[in-house]
T-cell receptor, first 112, second 115 residues
Framework: KQEVTQIPAALSVPEGENLVLNCSFTDSAIYNLQWFRQDPGKGLTSLLLIQSSQREQTSGRLNASLDKSSGRSTLYIAASQPGDSATYLC???????????FGTGTRLKVLA | EAQVTQNPRYLITVTGKKLTVTCSQN?????MSWYRQDPGLGLRQIYYSMNVEVTDKGDVPEGYKVSRKEKRNFPLILESPSPNQTSLYFC??????????????FGEGSRLTVL
């Protein structure tokens, strides 16, 4: 059964730092992996989608990588800003199940 | 504007009183799904639908029903709500090519309290 883990659960950094959020999954047979941002009391916003055949995706200051064989993905945020403060979740869409399994998220706080 | 719309956004009800949470998307997406989000447990998939009239259970389907009679709508039905169904519910949709889905779009969420 697919399990998705995100470490750390919470992270506090000063503004301007580059940071890395981690996502690991136990079953490497995935169709894709997505990273989301969730602000308090709000829905999830998709940040990056990586299909299983891809190694990375970039959008602005965000870069996500995928290493299927080791069951890992990282979300790199460059030059962090207070507006980046939110909870970041990853989700994997596992082959043969048609289900998304979510990690419990990393709560990020960027201090001004 | 591309969006997933859920209603109601907030609801307080009592045990056993049937309720429906509606979900509608305007992006012509084939794949739709429902999730619940609970502290410490994260998001868990309740039901999903690959297309009209095609639905299947997620990881926590007990106590819920869904239907997909039209492509744009995917209502979540609680026939006899219980307090353990108090949660934040999200509907989401995406494109689908064969078995592979695209970017997931989420609604704003529906906060349900069952007394």
């Amino acid at each position: 059964k697919q399990e998705v883990t995100q470490i750390p659960a919470a992270l506090s950094v000063p503004e301007g730092e580059n940071l890395v959020l981690n996502c690991s999954f136990t079953d490497s047979a995935i169709y894709n992996l997505q990273w989301f941002r969730q602000d308090p009391g709000k829905g999830l916003t998709s940040l990056l989608l990586i299909q299983s055949s891809q190694r990375e995706q970039t959008s602005g200051r965000l870069n996500a990588s995928l290493d299927k064989s080791s069951g890992r993905s990282t979300l790199y945020i460059a030059a962090s800003q207070p507006g980046d403060s939110a909870t970041y979740l990853c989700a994997v869409y596992t082959s043969g199940t048609y289900k998304y399994i979510f990690g419990t998220g990393t709560r990020l706080k960027v201090l001004a | 504007e591309a969006q997933v719309t859920q209603n109601p956004r907030y609801l307080i009800t009592v045990t056993g009183k049937k309720l429906t949470v509606t979900c509608s998307q305007n992006m012509n997406h084939e794949y739709m799904s429902w999730y619940r989000q609970d502290p410490g447990l994260g998001l868990r998939q309740i039901y999903y639908s690959m297309n009209v009239e095609v639905t299947d259970k997620g990881d926590v389907p007990e106590g819920y029903k869904v239907s997909r009679k039209e492509k744009r709508n995917f209502p979540l039905i609680l026939e006899s709500p219980s307090p353990n169904q108090t949660s934040l519910y999200f509907c989401a949709s995406s494109t689908r090519t064969g078995l592979i889905t695209g970017e997931l779009f989420f609604g704003e969420g529906s906060r349900l309290t069952v007394l």
